[in-house]
Every structure is written in C-alpha cells, then in structure tokens.
C-alpha cells in the first residue's frame, strides 16, 4: 500500500498569515497514464470533508486562489496564503493511483 | 446541486450486520464509481470501497474485504455497503463519496454512524 506522510501535524497561523503542508507519499504516484492523482481535502470542524486540489495543482470548482498545490513523484506541497477564518480544520492528502485509495494522517491548522 | 445523503447506521453488536445505504442527486449517478469512506471518532480517513458506473470494477480496503459488499442501484440513484461479521474497530463515521472527476473524491455525504460494541 502506499503510506502518505504529513508534516507537519498541527500548524497555528495568524490571520492574513501564509502556510505551507507537506504530503509525502512511500511511492511514485505518477500513474502509467502519465497523471499525478494527489488530492487535497479540507475537514473543516464538524463537516464532512471537501475536495480542495486534484492531480497535484488542479483547484476544485469554487475553490479561492489563496489555495495552491504544486509537487511530483512522491513530495507534494499545499500552500494557503491570506489564511482566513474559514480556512481552519484539518487538512488530508490522498492518492488516487493505485488501490488501495489512502490519505496522510491530517494536518491540523489553528489560529495562533 | 449535487447531494449525497447517508442512511443505516446505528449501534450494533459484534457479529451482526447492517446495510447503509446512500441517495444521490443532482448528478447523473450512473455514470460514476462511487466510494465509501470511514472515520473512526478523533481519527483520520480510512478509505473502504469503490464501485465503478457499471458495477463492473469492485475494491476493497484488506480491513473490510471478505465482509463487506459495495453495490448500487442506478435506477435508484442508490450506492449501498452491506456489513457483515462486524467488529468494535468497524465503528466509525460512514462517508459516501462521488468521483465524477479521475481519481479523486469530490463530493461527501454528511456521513452515518456506525457503532459496534456489545
């Protein structure tokens, strides 16, 4: 199976504040296809989980710009810059190449 | 607007089975595999299974296969997990999930609960 490895585990921001998370994965995740199929998921505090990135840079429909993702291989970044209010919870890496399906254990972002 | 609303769950002893069950709407359900995602309470996302449009490609997390079986309904725009053999590690948030993209989980269910213990 592949292991997907967050850092860090928790992260305080101010507001207006940048951030960065690291997902690294024990594998390649470029599939025989040619793709990338690392997603990003933010769990905001009692809500189910939303869809932030897919294929490593790609922004979901209705997702700001503040949210960016960039990577290959097996390490892969997620940057949130003018953190606000709503953007607090915990965020998940996952990999859509291989089954199966597996996500990072969470990164968790509060306000300092 | 595309929803996904879980139903099922419930508390449960060791052994024993129970079915979820999750209504689509607001997409064309038959055109898209599906997922079945868990949490288990304070824990991270454990993915469970998938089915494809067409039923024809089926996956299993090792933790649940040989006792659990995703299937759906198209003409019910209805995805299921039939539980068996169930165990106290098994109690967790249950999460539907859409992959009408490639590879990706896109939309969520509010999620159903499932509680195993004696």
């Known amino acids: 199976d592949v292991v997907m490895t967050q850092t860090p585990v928790s992260l305080s921001v101010s507001l207006g504040g940048q951030v960065s998370i690291s997902c690294r994965s024990s594998?390649?995740?470029?599939?025989?296809?040619?793709?990338?199929?690392l997603s990003w998921y933010l769990q905001k505090p009692g809500q189910s989980p939303q869809l932030l990135i897919y294929?490593?840079?790609n922004r979901f429909s209705g997702i700001s710009d503040r949210f960016s993702g960039s990577g290959s291989g097996t390490d892969f970044t997620l940057k949130i810059s003018r953190v606000e209010p709503d953007d607090l919870g915990v965020y998940y890496c996952?990999?859509?190449?291989?089954?199966?399906?597996?996500f990072g254990g969470g990164t968790k972002l509060e306000l300092k | 607007e595309v929803q996904l609303v879980e139903s099922g769950g419930g508390l449960v002893q060791p052994g024993r089975s129970l079915k979820l069950s999750c209504v689509a709407s607001?997409?064309?359900?038959?055109?898209?595999?599906m997922n079945w995602i868990r949490q288990a309470p304070g824990k991270g996302l454990e993915w469970v299974a998938y089915?494809?449009?067409?039923?024809?490609?089926?996956y299993y997390a090792e933790t649940v296969k040989g006792r659990f079986t995703i299937s759906r309904d198209n003409a019910k725009n209805t995805l299921y997990l039939q539980m068996t053999s169930l165990r106290s590690e098994d109690t967790a948030l249950y999460y539907c999930?859409?992959?009408?993209?490639?590879?990706?989980?896109?939309?969520w269910g509010q999620g159903v609960m499932v509680t195993v213990s004696s």
């Open positions: 999930a859409s992959q009408t993209g490639s590879r990706y989980f896109d939309y």
């Open positions: 607001g997409f064309t359900f038959s055109n898209y595999g």
């Open positions: 089915i494809s449009s067409g039923s024809s490609y089926i």
């Open positions: 594998q390649s995740l470029v599939h025989n296809n040619g793709n990338t199929y």
């Open positions: 294929k490593v840079s």
């Open positions: 996952g990999q859509g190449t291989q089954y199966p399906r597996t």
